[in-house]
């Protein structure tokens, strides 16, 4: 939920020293910059962060006016805050400038899973994963190296629903094209949804990919104190909208899966009962770096360490791979051909 | 035509085909990169991995393009017919288009 600037920046103070706690993700609590004091955030045990709550579409939820210090974006907009932190701030989506704005409406947070991995971890992981890429241009490590690393909670709906699918395909028998008309009855459980535009779908399947609810805590300020986050600023009805486009890439590939012919062409119509969702806040570390003038991010899981990102391509390296493949394939015809096979 | 024009011809179309191949397959190749980061990457199943591995029927029809105009040159070397070596290749391509059409399917 919610906390106002004043009580949050109070609850940040080193109750010993009074300097400012941030939380450390290697020792899962508040640590104070100054006196090095290692605090853990309490826990109000009649909480159940992994509760889900039903949507009734005859009654959307309302936001309310902001009660944190927004940061606002220039270039992408984004909207972000920092607890516990006083320096001029960046974009983490982007890494435009931000600046103080006074924000748009905003839902509670429910829950978050915070940290695990330390900015060493997500700076190894980014180092690996451009290490790891085919046909990237040979001095895009140092690109990397000159980057800026941030560590954020992007603001995400999980979703359960029920889903009542009717759908048609078509398929080949013999030389024959056929229609198969069916009926499929599919449920989805915790479905990842990004809660801001700001979230790509690759980040959320190329780093997010094994979602635990047992690790989510009740939404307290200590838990991003040193971090970005983005506040929740889609009703949960725009949530699904938005959602919609890869639900039904997810719906097609059920219904391949449940039929047992080679299904093209597939359309479905589905009738969704039982919404539950939640707002919650997961952590990303978000390499931002340049390379010839053009802005590319890596982004880590900040808890399993699990890398996705955007590069550049080698034209050299691409035209010499381009050129391998066709020789092979080539001289597999040529080969082929002098030997008369059919 | 002396035996080192009858190489000669089929190895410069070779080279033609090289070429063109080359200049087609930069994105394929790229496609191919993206597929393979996409497959071992993303979420299994994942909308965005099934996304990006949609395009892979290009990359098959490249370099079975490819593999088909080598059949010709390679039959076209053998023999020094060229006209014969495309006579020769209608079945093939009959059964390249049936398998291309399937795996479109």
């Not at chain 2, 023999?79 to 079945?91: F, H, K, P, Q």
Request: aromatic share 8%; charged share 20%.
């Amino acid at each position: 939920m919610s906390v106002s600037p004043d009580i949050a920046q109070g609850e940040l103070q080193c109750p010993d020293c009074g300097g400012q706690r941030r939380y450390a993700p290697d020792a899962g609590a508040l640590t104070c910059d100054s006196c090095g004091s290692v605090h853990p955030i309490p826990r109000d045990p009649a909480i159940d962060a992994t509760d889900d709550f039903a949507h009734d579409p005859a009654a959307p939820d309302a936001p309310h006016p902001p009660t944190d210090l927004i940061h606002g974006c220039a270039t992408c907009g984004g909207e972000v805050i920092f607890p516990g932190q006083s320096l001029a701030q960046r974009c983490p989506y982007c890494d435009g400038p931000a600046v103080v704005t006074t924000g748009a409406a905003e839902y509670g947070t429910m829950a978050l899973i915070p940290f695990e991995q330390v900015e060493d971890t997500g700076w190894h992981n980014a180092r690996a994963w451009i290490a790891g890429r085919h046909a990237a241009p040979a001095d895009l490590p140092q690109a990397l190296e000159s980057g800026k690393l941030v560590g954020l909670y992007a603001p995400f709906f999980t979703f359960d629903c029920k889903e009542f699918v009717r759908y048609t395909g078509r398929y080949k028998s013999g030389k024959h094209h056929r229609t198969k008309r069916g009926n499929l009855r599919l449920a989805f459980d915790d479905l990842l949804a990004p809660a801001s535009p700001h979230i790509t779908p690759l980040i959320r399947d190329g780093v997010l990919h094994d979602f635990d609810p047992s690790k989510l805590r009740p939404y307290h300020p200590g838990y991003i104190a040193g971090f970005a986050a983005e506040r929740h600023h889609m009703s949960v009805a725009d949530g699904l909208t938005a959602n919609e486009a890869d639900k039904a890439v997810l719906i097609k590939n059920r219904i391949q899966q449940a039929t047992a012919e080679r299904l093209s062409n597939i359309r479905f119509e589905t009738d969704t009962t039982g919404i539950r969702y939640r707002r919650i806040l997961l952590p990303v570390w978000i390499v931002h770096y340049t390379y010839k003038g053009t802005p590319y991010k890596v982004v880590a899981c900040g808890l399993h360490g699990t890398t996705f990102g955007e590069r550049p391509f080698s034209t050299a390296k691409l035209f010499g791979y381009a050129a391998t493949l066709s020789a092979m394939a080539i001289g597999v015809g040529i080969a082929w051909g002098a030997l008369g096979l059919p | 035509m002396t035996p080192l024009a009858d190489l000669l011809l089929p190895a410069l179309a070779a080279l033609a085909l090289l070429a063109g191949g080359t200049l087609v397959g930069y994105g394929a190749s790229k496609k191919l990169i993206t597929m393979g980061e996409a497959r071992h990457g993303l979420k299994q199943g994942s909308a965005s991995q099934l996304r990006a591995l949609a395009g892979w029927f290009w990359v098959l029809l490249w370099l079975a393009v490819l593999w088909f105009g080598g059949t010709i040159i390679g039959n076209w070397g053998a023999t020094g017919d060229l006209e014969g070596a495309i006579n020769r290749s209608e079945l093939r391509l009959w059964l390249l288009i049936e398998l291309i059409g399937a795996a479109a399917d």
